[in-house]
Protein backbone atom coordinates (compact mmCIF):
# COMPACT_ATOMS: atom_id res chain seq x y z
CA UNK A 1 0.00 0.00 0.00
CA UNK A 2 3.16 2.52 0.72
CA UNK A 3 4.92 2.11 -2.15
CA UNK A 4 1.03 2.12 -4.48
CA UNK A 5 0.66 5.49 -2.15
CA UNK A 6 4.01 6.74 -3.10
CA UNK A 7 3.90 6.05 -6.80
CA UNK A 8 0.85 8.60 -6.67
CA UNK A 9 2.44 10.95 -4.83
CA UNK A 10 5.09 10.65 -7.14
CA UNK A 11 3.24 10.87 -10.41
CA UNK A 12 1.08 13.39 -8.80
CA UNK A 13 4.55 15.58 -8.17
CA UNK A 14 5.34 15.34 -12.30
CA UNK A 15 2.15 16.61 -13.00
CA UNK A 16 2.36 18.99 -11.16
CA UNK A 17 5.91 20.04 -12.70
CA UNK A 18 4.35 19.74 -16.21
CA UNK A 19 1.80 21.95 -15.68
CA UNK A 20 4.10 24.53 -13.84
CA UNK A 21 6.25 24.30 -17.02
CA UNK A 22 3.64 24.95 -18.88
CA UNK A 23 2.02 27.70 -17.15
CA UNK A 24 5.70 29.03 -17.77
CA UNK A 25 5.67 29.29 -21.20
CA UNK A 26 2.49 31.37 -20.78
CA UNK A 27 2.77 33.39 -17.40
CA UNK A 28 7.00 32.88 -16.50
CA UNK A 29 9.25 31.44 -14.48
CA UNK A 30 8.30 33.00 -11.08
CA UNK A 31 4.44 32.52 -11.66
CA UNK A 32 5.26 28.85 -12.65
CA UNK A 33 7.21 28.61 -9.38
CA UNK A 34 4.48 30.07 -7.01
CA UNK A 35 1.92 27.89 -9.07
CA UNK A 36 4.25 24.93 -8.08
CA UNK A 37 4.93 25.92 -4.47
CA UNK A 38 1.29 26.17 -3.52
CA UNK A 39 0.38 23.01 -5.51
CA UNK A 40 2.82 21.11 -3.96
CA UNK A 41 1.78 22.30 -0.56
CA UNK A 42 -1.33 20.57 -1.42
CA UNK A 43 -0.64 17.62 -2.84
CA UNK A 44 1.75 17.21 0.24
CA UNK A 45 -1.02 17.94 2.64
CA UNK A 46 -3.12 15.16 0.30
CA UNK A 47 -0.32 12.58 0.85
CA UNK A 48 0.08 12.72 4.34
CA UNK A 49 -3.12 13.15 4.73
CA UNK A 50 -4.11 9.50 2.64
CA UNK A 51 -0.90 7.88 4.09
CA UNK A 52 -1.76 8.41 7.71
CA UNK A 53 -5.49 6.58 7.03
CA UNK A 54 -3.80 3.66 5.51
CA UNK A 55 -4.69 1.08 7.95
CA UNK A 56 -8.42 2.32 7.36
CA UNK A 57 -7.67 0.49 3.71
CA UNK A 58 -10.43 -2.07 4.57
CA UNK A 59 -14.46 -2.41 4.62
CA UNK A 60 -15.10 -2.20 8.58
CA UNK A 61 -13.21 -2.58 11.00
CA UNK A 62 -13.05 -6.45 11.56
CA UNK A 63 -11.88 -6.91 8.53
CA UNK A 64 -8.21 -7.26 6.83
CA UNK A 65 -6.20 -4.71 5.12
CA UNK A 66 -6.85 -4.64 1.44
CA UNK A 67 -3.61 -5.22 -0.61
CA UNK A 68 -4.12 -2.21 -2.84
CA UNK A 69 -5.64 0.87 -2.62
CA UNK A 70 -8.68 -0.12 -5.31
CA UNK A 71 -9.92 2.42 -8.13
CA UNK A 72 -12.23 3.92 -5.96
CA UNK A 73 -9.91 5.23 -3.74
CA UNK A 74 -7.05 6.10 -6.50
CA UNK A 75 -9.74 8.62 -7.93
CA UNK A 76 -10.41 9.79 -4.34
CA UNK A 77 -6.77 10.13 -4.07
CA UNK A 78 -7.26 11.94 -7.61
CA UNK A 79 -9.56 14.32 -6.54
CA UNK A 80 -7.40 15.42 -4.06
CA UNK A 81 -4.42 16.17 -6.37
CA UNK A 82 -7.38 18.03 -9.00
CA UNK A 83 -7.54 20.02 -5.86
CA UNK A 84 -3.71 20.53 -5.10
CA UNK A 85 -3.64 21.54 -8.78
CA UNK A 86 -6.05 23.62 -8.71
CA UNK A 87 -5.04 25.57 -5.64
CA UNK A 88 -1.85 26.26 -7.72
CA UNK A 89 -3.69 29.34 -8.99
CA UNK A 90 -3.80 30.77 -4.95
CA UNK A 91 -0.98 32.83 -5.10
CA UNK A 92 -1.66 33.60 -8.81
CA UNK A 93 -4.31 36.56 -8.65
CA UNK A 94 -2.75 39.09 -10.81
CA UNK A 95 -2.17 36.21 -13.77
CA UNK A 96 -5.49 35.07 -13.39
CA UNK A 97 -7.27 38.61 -13.92
CA UNK A 98 -4.97 39.46 -16.81
CA UNK A 99 -5.15 35.56 -18.45
CA UNK A 100 -8.41 35.08 -17.17
CA UNK A 101 -8.52 31.26 -19.21
CA UNK A 102 -6.46 30.34 -16.52
CA UNK A 103 -9.42 30.99 -13.73
CA UNK A 104 -11.47 28.77 -16.49
CA UNK A 105 -8.18 26.28 -15.97
CA UNK A 106 -8.79 26.21 -12.41
CA UNK A 107 -12.61 26.31 -12.34
CA UNK A 108 -12.48 23.02 -15.16
CA UNK A 109 -9.81 21.25 -12.51
CA UNK A 110 -11.95 21.61 -9.47
CA UNK A 111 -15.10 20.78 -11.50
CA UNK A 112 -13.13 17.61 -12.70
CA UNK A 113 -12.68 16.94 -9.14
CA UNK A 114 -16.69 17.06 -8.61
CA UNK A 115 -17.62 15.08 -10.67
CA UNK A 116 -15.05 12.62 -9.61
CA UNK A 117 -16.43 13.13 -6.13
CA UNK A 118 -19.22 11.86 -6.75
CA UNK A 119 -18.18 8.62 -9.65
CA UNK A 120 -15.34 7.53 -6.77
CA UNK A 121 -18.47 6.38 -4.43
CA UNK A 122 -20.37 4.76 -7.46
CA UNK A 123 -17.20 2.99 -8.00
CA UNK A 124 -16.35 1.65 -4.83
CA UNK A 125 -20.14 0.62 -4.68
CA UNK A 126 -19.94 -1.09 -7.82
CA UNK A 127 -16.35 -2.90 -7.78
CA UNK A 128 -17.75 -4.27 -4.17
CA UNK A 129 -14.72 -2.37 -2.23
CA UNK A 130 -16.17 0.55 -0.39
CA UNK A 131 -13.17 0.96 2.88
CA UNK A 132 -13.04 2.99 5.50
CA UNK A 133 -10.23 5.03 4.24
CA UNK A 134 -12.70 5.94 1.00
CA UNK A 135 -15.02 7.33 3.23
CA UNK A 136 -12.37 9.42 5.45
CA UNK A 137 -10.96 10.93 2.42
CA UNK A 138 -13.82 11.75 0.86
CA UNK A 139 -15.01 14.30 3.88
CA UNK A 140 -11.17 15.32 4.06
CA UNK A 141 -10.80 16.13 0.55
CA UNK A 142 -14.16 17.66 0.07
CA UNK A 143 -13.27 20.25 3.13
CA UNK A 144 -10.23 20.83 1.24
CA UNK A 145 -12.23 21.48 -2.25
CA UNK A 146 -14.64 23.36 -0.34
CA UNK A 147 -11.35 26.06 1.10
CA UNK A 148 -9.45 26.42 -2.28
CA UNK A 149 -12.57 27.09 -4.42
CA UNK A 150 -14.27 29.73 -2.26
CA UNK A 151 -10.38 31.39 -1.54
CA UNK A 152 -10.11 31.54 -5.10
CA UNK A 153 -13.34 32.63 -6.13
CA UNK A 154 -13.19 35.30 -3.64
CA UNK A 155 -9.84 36.71 -4.77
CA UNK A 156 -11.55 37.51 -7.66
CA UNK A 157 -14.84 39.15 -6.55
CA UNK A 158 -17.21 36.41 -7.39
CA UNK A 159 -18.64 35.73 -4.27
CA UNK A 160 -18.83 37.36 -0.68
CA UNK A 161 -16.30 36.93 2.40
CA UNK A 162 -19.07 35.13 4.19
CA UNK A 163 -18.74 32.17 2.00
CA UNK A 164 -15.43 31.39 3.96
CA UNK A 165 -17.88 30.45 6.96
CA UNK A 166 -18.61 27.31 5.30
CA UNK A 167 -15.34 26.36 4.06
CA UNK A 168 -13.93 27.18 7.48
CA UNK A 169 -16.50 25.00 9.23
CA UNK A 170 -15.16 21.54 8.76
CA UNK A 171 -11.44 23.18 10.31
CA UNK A 172 -13.02 24.40 13.44
Given at each position: ???????L??????????????????????????????G??????????S?????????????????????????????G?????????L?L?????????L????????????????????????????????A????????????????????????H?S????SI????
Amino acid sequence: LRTELTRLMLAGMVALLLAAWLLSTQTGAINALLYLLAGTALWLLVWQQSHSRLALNRGDEASPLYAALGWANRMTISRGWLTAATGGFLLLPDVLDSQPWLLWAAAALYSLAAILDRADGFVARRTGQTTLLGARLDTVFDALGLLVAPLLALQHGKIHASYLLVSIAYYL
